[in-house]
């Protein structure tokens, strides 16, 4: 039962049996970018994501004046441009597929999200102001200093980021099987209220209608919103809602890899490949698992060649130095191992 705690700001989003039939979830990569670096940029600690700040923030230093499009783009609090977090055209759109949509933004829209921003902040800065006057060209820069960060920032960790966003759209798709739209809605977030046919956002001070939300309900769970719910209305795309994912709290969580758990997998892989795969619980340079595998350089070199071929980690350029990463299918391979 949806409870309403009197004069709070709200906006109420009217559903027909079309837009129901329209809800959708998806997971979009771009919607990892903004909340990410915003929590970056905080300079705050963080109870649950400090694993991974303390990782890339010297990163995302050591890279400078190539991030300054993103520091513009991503303010520390207040609007971000809505072409940005272009509409998922699937489940899970690839991040060279929204870069390729913010690419062929029309000039218009750039420009009016940039008057919304200016009007919010007082002034654009350099670089936003460079994308104003010659969009074409901006966007272009833009993505590349997306891209950029991407690979420093988020590529290393996506499996893991991953899993967790398809668990989470698992369990509301059964949920929505299992109890209906209705009680999905109502579980997502706390700003949120299902009731008859109409979805209350709370605490959303703009006015929100079918006029200028175009049809059905995007679902987007995300790994680094926090507690809150972020939301995109940018007609005729359907209104976007950012909610935080299930399980976020053990994201960074790296369990011990007990030997008697791992024997097994090292009597298949050999155990300096099976050794460099439980290190590499968050990700790592060679020089980093030569040091503390005691390994030289050169045979974890051939090693992680050989697991990368098997499609057990992933190679992600971070600067001048390359992190490898456990992909999906190695965790998975250990899931059950390290429970041992």
Do not use: K
Not at 255 to 263: I, M
Request: proline share 8%; with cysteine; net charge positive.
């Amino acid at each position: 039962m949806c409870e309403s705690t009197g004069a709070e700001l709200a906006a109420e989003l009217l559903f027909t049996a079309g837009d129901l039939a329209r809800m959708r979830f998806a997971v979009s990569p771009m919607w990892e970018v903004g909340p990410s670096l915003r929590l970056l940029h905080s300079g705050l600690a963080h109870a649950v994501h400090q694993p991974w700040v303390e990782q890339v923030r010297p990163r995302l230093a050591a890279a400078g004046p190539a991030h300054g499009w993103l520091a513009e783009l991503v303010p520390p609090a207040g609007y971000v441009p809505d072409f940005v977090n272009p509409a998922p055209a699937g489940p899970a759109p690839t991040l060279a597929g929204e870069l390729a949509a913010i690419r062929a933004t029309p000039a218009e829209r750039v420009r009016r999200d940039l008057d919304r921003m200016r009007d919010g902040q007082g002034r654009l800065g350099p670089r936003l102001r460079a994308l104003y006057a010659d969009p074409a060209a901006g966007l272009a820069r833009l993505t590349e200093a997306i891209e950029a960060y991407w690979d420093l920032a988020l590529a290393p960790y996506w499996a893991r980021i991953r899993a967790v966003l398809d668990a989470d759209v698992l369990h509301r798709a059964r949920q929505v099987a299992e109890h209906g739209a209705a009680r999905a809605l109502n579980d997502l977030h706390a700003e949120l209220c299902w009731t008859e046919d109409t979805l209350r956002l709370r605490r959303r001070s703009r006015p929100l209608s079918r006029r200028t939300a175009g049809a059905g309900l995007l679902l987007i769970p995300s790994a680094f919103t926090g507690s809150a719910l972020f939301s995109r209305v940018a007609p005729p795309d359907p209104p976007q809602l950012a909610y935080p994912a299930r399980g976020i709290g053990t994201l960074w969580a790296a369990g011990a890899a007990p030997a008697t758990g791992t024997a097994a997998l090292a009597a298949v892989l050999g155990r300096s490949r099976t050794l460099l795969l439980t290190e590499l619980a968050a990700p790592a340079s060679t020089t980093e698992l030569a040091h503390r595998t005691g390994l030289s350089p050169s045979a974890v070199s051939q090693y992680l060649t050989a697991l990368r071929d098997a499609r057990l980690v992933s190679a992600h350029r971070a600067g001048r130095s390359v992190l490898y990463a456990r992909t999906a299918s190695a965790e998975a391979l250990l899931a059950p191992l390290m429970r041992a």
